[in-house]
Structure formats: structure tokens, C-alpha cells
């Protein structure tokens, strides 16, 4: 049987060579001095840069970066959905989630996997209550998320960014969402906006079996709601209702953030509609 000689003969799946290097030392996920590795306290989150309007041919669109992780997110439409969808008068959503080939330790596959077609789900479920769904009825509203590269908290900067795009595209909607993810490793220890180290911070380090897990919240700051909740992990009820709390107050400083984004892309825009009118007048 004749092979395929136009193949490349390369391994279909590749991984960095520190996965497989044997460390001399337990990973700590506090320093002596009660630090985090990059020197960040447990309640505090990375340095956000978030930009809106940085894809020309898409109607709205958002990067953000926080420090390694970096997402970026595109809208398109509305548009008229297809003769085989139900008829509704409200308008639909979705979102199309990808982490890209090389933004992972391991090599993502460049088909769309359960994982990545589960949290596009979860961020379509979290929009659907902050977008005026009622104002483009029998339309559907089309979002792509694709992760360049992912150091922790890819999901949390994911809805945030896909927010912000939203609201770029000049959809109506009642507030804007906000993720902000938790790493509980115990009862007492709490880390938010883990890194994806401290995302993975193996449970038999300490030796203790229960509340360890991870949280991710999508909240509404103006509204003060949240749209969503995902957890991974076991966490009591009464610790996990501390850590949606410590959530809510990580959206609540980011929100600021997204407030000036959002300013900043409108001035911009502006300068431009001012821009193109004066050329149509000469």
C-alpha cells in the first residue's frame, strides 16, 4: 500500500520539555514571607491592559492581558438565523471558545474539544442576561473567543473580554459581565486570579483532601448579579460561598478598568465618525 509522502513526518502532538523535567523541591504555593511566587499577595490580581476595537472587519471586538494570559475576542453580526432554527423573538447567541495551538503547555488540537465547546456554552449562558436580547429578535449574535496563551484565569479574562466586545459592536445591554476566578487550596487559603501553576497545585502537598478546587464567577457589577458560576474541585457550602464573595470583590475592581475601555474605544470612534465627516464635507 502506498504511503502518503506528502505528509510531514512530524509527531501530531508536541510538549514543552519542562514538562518532563523531575523538580529537587516541593512547589510551594506560598513564599516564607507569605508571598506568592510573583511576589502578589492572596487577594490581589495581575495589572490588566484591555483594549476594544483592535479587529477591523468585525463589528466589536476586545483584547485583554493579564500579565501571561492573553485572550482575544471578536463579534459579528446580528444576522438573520437559519430557516432550521425555531422561531423565537428574542435574539440568540454563540459563542465559539478555542484555545489556540500554542497556548497551552501541551499542543491544543486545532479541532474544537468537549472542554472548549462546554465554556463556550457557559459564556454564551453568562452574556444572555446582560445583552438586550428583545432588540434583534429572529437575529443571532456570533462571538469567537480564542486564547493566545494561557497562564491561569484564561476563562475569567474570556468573559471579560467577550463582554467588552460586545458592548464594542454597539449592542444594547443592562450592565457588562465580569470574570474573576479563585484557587482555594485548604480552608483557610484562598488565591485569586491564580496563575496556572497555582491553578494546579497539587492537593498532597499540605496533605489536606477537602476544599480544593477552583471558582469562577461572571458578575454584573451595576446590576450586582451574577450570571454564572463554575466550580471544579471539592469546597464545602460555606467556604464556597466565601470564595464566590472574594469573586465578586475581584470583579469589582476590575470593573473600573473595563469603565475607561470602554470610554477610551468611544472617544476613538467618535474622533473617527468627526474625521470622515469633515472629508465628505471637502
Given at each position: 500500500?502506498p504511503?502518503d509522502f506528502?505528509?510531514i ?9 519542562q514538562?518532563?523535567c ?7 504555593l506560598?513564599?516564607?514571607n507569605?508571598?506568592r ?12 491592559f484591555?483594549?476594544?476595537g483592535v479587529?477591523?472587519?468585525?463589528r466589536?471586538?476586545?483584547y ?5 494570559t492573553?485572550v482575544?475576542?471578536?463579534?459579528y ?8 432554527e ?8 454563540r459563542?465559539?471558545?478555542k484555545?489556540?495551538?500554542f497556548?497551552?503547555p ?5 479541532q ?6 462546554q ?16 432588540k434583534f429578535p429572529k ?6 473567543v480564542?486564547v ?11 468573559l ?6 460586545v458592548?464594542?459592536?454597539?449592542i444594547?445591554?443592562?450592565?457588562v ?5 479563585l ?11 491564580p ?15 477537602s ?8 458578575y ?10 463554575q466550580?471544579t ?16 470583590e475581584g ?31 471637502v
Amino acid at each position: 500500500m502506498p504511503g502518503d509522502f506528502k505528509r510531514i513526518p512530524c509527531p501530531q502532538e508536541t510538549f514543552q520539555p519542562q514538562l518532563y523535567c523531575k523538580s529537587s523541591t516541593k512547589k510551594q504555593l506560598l513564599q516564607e514571607n507569605g508571598k506568592r511566587a510573583d511576589n502578589r499577595s492572596l487577594d490581589e490580581i495581575r495589572p490588566i491592559f484591555l483594549k476594544a476595537g483592535v479587529v477591523s472587519q468585525a463589528r466589536g471586538s476586545a483584547y485583554i492581558e493579564a500579565c501571561n494570559t492573553k485572550v482575544i475576542c471578536a463579534v459579528y453580526g446580528p444576522h438573520e438565523v437559519q430557516r432550521r432554527e425555531g422561531f423565537s423573538m428574542q435574539g440568540s447567541l454563540r459563542c465559539e471558545f478555542k484555545y489556540a495551538t500554542f497556548s497551552c503547555p501541551g499542543r491544543r488540537q486545532h479541532q474544537t474539544d468537549s472542554e472548549e465547546k462546554q465554556m463556550g456554552l457557559v459564556i454564551a449562558q453568562a452574556l444572555q442576561p446582560a445583552i438586550c436580547l428583545h432588540k434583534f429578535p429572529k437575529s443571532q449574535l456570533d462571538i469567537f473567543v480564542t486564547v493566545l496563551q494561557n497562564d491561569g484565569s484564561a476563562f475569567a479574562a474570556a468573559l471579560t473580554c467577550a463582554s467588552v466586545a460586545v458592548a464594542d459592536a454597539g449592542i444594547e445591554m443592562y450592565d457588562v459581565v465580569i470574570g474573576c476566578s479563585l484557587r482555594q487550596a485548604g480552608e483557610t487559603t484562598s488565591v485569586l486570579d491564580p496563575t496556572i501553576t497555582e491553578d494546579f497545585y497539587s492537593r498532597s502537598v499540605d496533605g489536606d483532601a477537602s476544599n480544593h478546587g477552583s471558582v469562577t464567577a461572571a458578575y454584573l457589577p451595576s446590576l450586582n448579579q451574577l450570571s454564572a458560576i463554575q466550580q471544579t474541585g471539592e469546597i464545602e457550602p460555606e467556604v464556597a460561598a466565601k470564595c464566590l464573595q472574594k469573586c465578586i470583590e475581584g470583579s469589582v475592581r476590575i470593573f473600573p478598568v473595563v469603565s475607561q475601555c470602554l470610554i477610551k474605544a468611544t472617544k476613538r470612534k467618535a474622533q473617527k465618525s468627526q474625521q470622515t465627516a469633515k472629508k465628505d464635507d471637502v
